[in-house]
């Protein structure tokens, strides 16, 4: 059995408790999850008879290469994705059919509660992502390859760096460098942000110069096609500042001890607690504002999720990134993120950038 009718079974698995006979995946990155295949505008429907794509002309070819054990429904030129899903959900004997509640438009499930009278549609929340929060081995090994990819960009980027040269040419150039050693894309919009700017965990980076900022945040990470890589570093381009020592240290200490505390059965809320702790006994709490981590996979941000109030049980399979970080308005921020995976008897680091502050300094 391929792996995908394995991850299918699973998910029939999770029917009963959901009441159930059906699932419609209108999410593309669930329907690559459960199938192989990688175009998009293109649903799923799953029943205990078995499933099949329905999708349009331009990925007959594709649906045939990537998944050739999976029915499809190719609705031709001039039908509506509605009236191919309508055929194809009145061909089978689903009564009550899970819809996904985080992508169906309120719009499609109106008309199609309208199309179908005889289907009751029942909104599901997060069943595929559910298990998709847990990777096999083929997952953890493409993940691994992303890894390695932004690892070896990041080595250019370092090179590369000088203080005319602007967020943005150095984040093209990272960019650029991931893609030359094998990476497909980028897993999401590089952050170059140099000094003040790097107090916006979510800094959009701009085309003003690195300058003389005393440090730049670089957060970045490539993907090999599917599945993705996330990660931070600081890099300092002058001297080492006792205010930047004090606060890189609380954060780098904060991240090491959560990163210590991952271990199967341990709920994801508590590793976030074991940082936030940290962080808010040196004084800086108040300057923590978001999650410790979140999983990455196919999405660059997918459960579990490293949070406050998160009550998922860390499972063996399971790749979390973990980045404290401390955004001092005016001054700038730090964060330190690395991916881990959760393994059967504790955790591997599976990033291996260097991150003491001593070799932070570059040149
Ligand atoms: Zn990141
Ligand atoms: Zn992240």
């Given at each position: 059995m391929s792996r995908f009718a394995s991850r299918r079974n699973k998910l029939r698995r999770l029917f009963g408790k959901a009441k159930i006979d059906g699932l419609m995946a209108t999410n593309f990155t669930n329907v690559t999850y459960l199938t192989g295949f990688t175009?998009?505008?293109s649903y799923l429907v799953v029943d205990s008879e078995g499933e099949v794509v329905v999708s349009d002309p331009r990925y007959t070819t594709q649906l045939g290469e990537e998944c050739p054990d999976v029915a499809t429904h190719i609705r031709p030129p001039g039908t509506s994705m509605l009236a191919?899903?309508?055929?194809?959900?009145?061909?089978r004997k689903v009564r009550r059919l899970g819809i996904e509640g985080q992508s169906m438009t309120v719009g499609l499930r109106d008309t199609l509660a309208e199309a179908l009278p005889g289907v009751e549609l029942v909104t599901t929340d997060g069943l595929v992502e559910q298990l998709r929060e847990v990777k096999d081995k083929d997952e953890i090994a493409q993940i691994r390859d992303a890894i390695h990819y932004a690892q070896k960009g990041f080595g250019v980027f370092r090179a590369q760096l000088r203080p005319d040269r602007s967020e943005k040419e150095m984040a093209d150039e990272l960019e650029y460098a991931m893609r030359q050693f094998g990476a497909r894309d980028r897993a999401f919009a590089s952050i170059v942000a140099a000094g003040p700017r790097a107090a916006l965990p979510h800094a959009v980076t701009?085309?003003?110069?690195?300058g003389q900022s005393d440090f730049v945040l670089i957060d970045w990470g490539a993907s090999d096609g599917l599945y993705r890589s996330d990660l931070t570093r600081l890099l300092v381009t002058s001297k080492i500042s006792p205010k930047l020592k004090k606060v890189y240290g609380v954060v780098l200490e904060a991240q090491l001890a959560a990163i210590e505390a991952i271990r199967p059965g341990v709920v994801a809320g508590d590793v976030d607690a074991v940082a936030r702790n940290l962080i808010a006994k040196a004084g800086?709490?108040?300057y923590f504002g978001h999650g410790l981590g979140h999983g990455i996979g196919l999405d660059i941000h997918e459960g579990p999720r490293l949070a406050k109030g998160s009550t998922t049980v860390l499972q063996p399979g399971m790749v979390v990134t973990v980045e404290p970080g401390i955004?001092?308005?005016?001054?700038?921020?730090?964060?330190?993120e690395d991916d881990v995976l959760v393994t059967r008897t504790g955790h591997e680091v599976l990033t291996d950038l260097p991150k003491s502050l001593e070799e932070a300094v570059v040149g």
């Open positions: 175009g998009d505008d191919a899903v309508k055929k194809t959900l009145k061909a701009t085309t003003s110069p690195i800086f709490g108040r955004y001092l308005p005016g001054w700038g921020g730090v964060r330190i």
